[in-house]
T-cell receptor, first 112, second 115 residues
């Protein structure tokens, strides 16, 4: 089955700087990679996703890049703000499949 | 759009009690709903997948008779933790999607505490 590794487990960034979270996956058949943001006591919220037919996707301050050959994908947050502080999870699956395989999560702290 | 509502948000009850958690898709029809369990500072672990009108598919190691799932309509799935014990205390989260090629959208979870 799919296995997703995520790094780092914790990340502290000065407000205004950029944050990068990296994930690797094992199943070359996976073709859909969503990113979720989870705030304390809440469920995960989808913030961006990418399919394997593109290498990069951007939505305002958030971008995701995908390297299919290396089987890794990354989340980039620019101009970080205090409200970006949360736990971020990457995930991988074959689009249309029932299951998402989640990474272990990254606790991002933005330092004012 | 794509709002998933989960109720209750928190429940505290005595050991041996059965607890029912509801998951509703508010603005779309959810052909498939998922139930996850999350321990503190850990990732989400899929418990089961439910499709409307059919039996749920449970992940390995998840007791079917312990965690009863019903998906009676396209907008409602329920998880009942039967005869709950302290080790069942956890954060339970549901998700739903409105089609085979659509992303999962999550509810805000239910914090279950068994005394």
């Amino acid at each position: 089955g799919e296995n997703v590794e995520q790094h780092p487990s914790t990340l502290s960034v000065q407000e205004g700087d950029s944050a990068v979270i990296k994930c690797t996956y094992s199943d070359s058949a996976s073709n859909y990679f969503p990113w979720y943001k989870q705030e304390l006591g809440k469920g995960p919220q989808l913030i961006i996703d990418i399919r394997s037919n593109v290498g990069e996707k951007k939505d305002q301050r958030i971008a995701v890049t995908l390297n299919k050959t290396a089987k890794h994908f990354s989340l980039h947050i620019t101009e970080t703000q205090p409200e970006d502080s949360a736990v971020y999870f990457c995930a991988a699956t074959i689009f249309g499949n029932e299951k998402l395989t989640f990474g272990t999560g990254t606790r991002l702290t933005i330092i004012p | 759009g794509a709002v998933v509502s989960q109720h209750p948000s928190r429940v505290i009850c005595k050991s041996g009690t059965s607890v029912k958690i509801e998951c509703r898709s508010l603005d779309f029809q959810a052909t498939t709903m998922f139930w996850y369990r999350q321990f503190p500072k850990q990732s989400l672990m899929l418990m089961a997948t439910s499709n409307e009108g059919s039996k749920a598919t449970y992940e390995q190691g998840v007791e079917k008779d312990k965690f009863l799932i019903n998906h009676a309509s396209l907008t409602l799935s329920t998880l009942t933790v039967t005869s709950a014990h302290p080790e069942d205390s956890s954060f339970y989260i549901c998700s739903a999607r409105d089609g085979l090629n659509q992303p999962q959208h999550f509810g805000d979870g239910t914090r279950l505490s068994i005394l």
